[in-house]
């Protein structure tokens, strides 16, 4: 029993001391898509803000697949010792219910992670290519009701946020889409652009450059009130399909994580969403920053899962058809 709490007392007094020396080389910062979708987006400036405060470097490592499952899961498994963190989406809430849907066993649980914060919070739009045949959302439900399954729409993979999104609303439409799923956002912007595919969820940061530039046009938001940025775009609940989806970006660490390692984490980020530079980032890329600490962040995402998973359990088992 001694040697017991002996080795107990070492191993606290060795946890302390690493946490005191936190940080003292590197953090990898995962991010679980390919560049160029929304957790990249904020992931890169906020990275760069945080080294300000701990006095390391934060490198932004892209580990795209599975809609974000695998680098997500990566992240779950990895050493809970604060020098790899994970920049992830509301997806994370997703693929453990869409796995038990399909009757596998989930590559990782919510539990598996320690929340840092909340860094933004943005509603999804309906967006198609401005030169398309769609100028409102009657159009593209029309259609998509006159041919069942033909109207197809690219998304960052299976179970990915925007597939989610899209496959509510046609839900809630009453209408049939053919899903065509990607490594990310990215790469689903790209294949909307290049013809490809007819349709696409995205967030406005990955989209408002796109519309504004007139290669894109947004039908209808998934938000409870019409977006500051796009107040021509109606939402799909005003249009009468109940349809309502964000795509939220947060940093989380293993679960394990000791506590005084959390806290400078949670630090760095506070500091970094706070920091003129990251502001300026966020406003270049028409993102509105939507912080919240840990404690409120767990709230924030315990009460977004489950909605979620409600939403998953309407949809049911979705076939992946590529």
């Known amino acids: 029993m001694k040697r017991m709490l002996v080795a107990a007392a070492l191993g606290l007094c060795a946890a302390a001391a690493a946490a005191q020396d936190y940080p003292s080389r590197p953090i990898t910062m995962v991010v679980a898509f390919p560049p160029g979708g929304v957790a990249d987006i904020v992931g890169r400036p906020l990275a760069a803000a945080m080294e300000k405060t701990l006095k390391q470097p934060v490198l932004v490592v892209n580990r795209p697949g599975a809609g974000g499952a695998t680098g997500t899961a990566s992240v779950a498994k990895a050493a809970p010792d604060g020098y790899t963190i994970l920049m992830t989406l509301s ?36 967006v198609v290519r401005a030169d398309g045949p769609y100028k409102t959302l009657k159009d593209f439900v029309d259609a998509a009701k006159a041919n069942p399954g033909k109207i197809n729409y690219s998304s960052s993979g299976v179970y990915g946020t925007l597939h989610v999104a899209m496959e509510i609303f046609a839900h809630a439409a009453g209408i049939k889409l053919f899903h065509v799923p990607y490594q990310g956002g990215g790469p689903a912007v790209t294949a909307l652009l290049g013809g490809q595919v007819e349709a696409l969820a995205s967030g406005p940061a990955a989209a408002i450059g796109q519309i504004k530039a007139g290669k894109m046009r947004a039908l209808a938001a998934w938000s409870d009130k019409r977006i500051p940025m796009m107040p021509d775009v109606p939402t ?50 028409a993102t509105p920053i939507a912080y919240l600490d840990a404690p409120e962040f767990q709230k924030y995402w315990e009460r977004d899962a489950a909605r979620l998973a409600v939403a998953l359990e309407k949809i049911g088992r979705v076939e992946d058809k590529k």
């Open 91 to 126: 997806s994370i809430s997703i693929f453990p219910v869409a796995d038990r849907i399909n009757g596998r066993p989930p590559a990782y649980e919510l539990k598996d992670f320690a929340p840092i914060a909340l860094v933004t919070a943005d509603p999804t739009v309906l």
């Open 236 to 285: 799909f609940k005003e249009l009468g399909y109940d349809a309502e989806f964000y795509i939220w970006s947060g940093v989380v660490a293993p679960a394990a994580t000791p506590q005084p390692i959390l806290m400078r984490l949670r630090q760095a980020v506070r500091e970094a969403v706070h920091s003129a530079e990251f502001k300026a980032a966020m406003d270049k890329v």
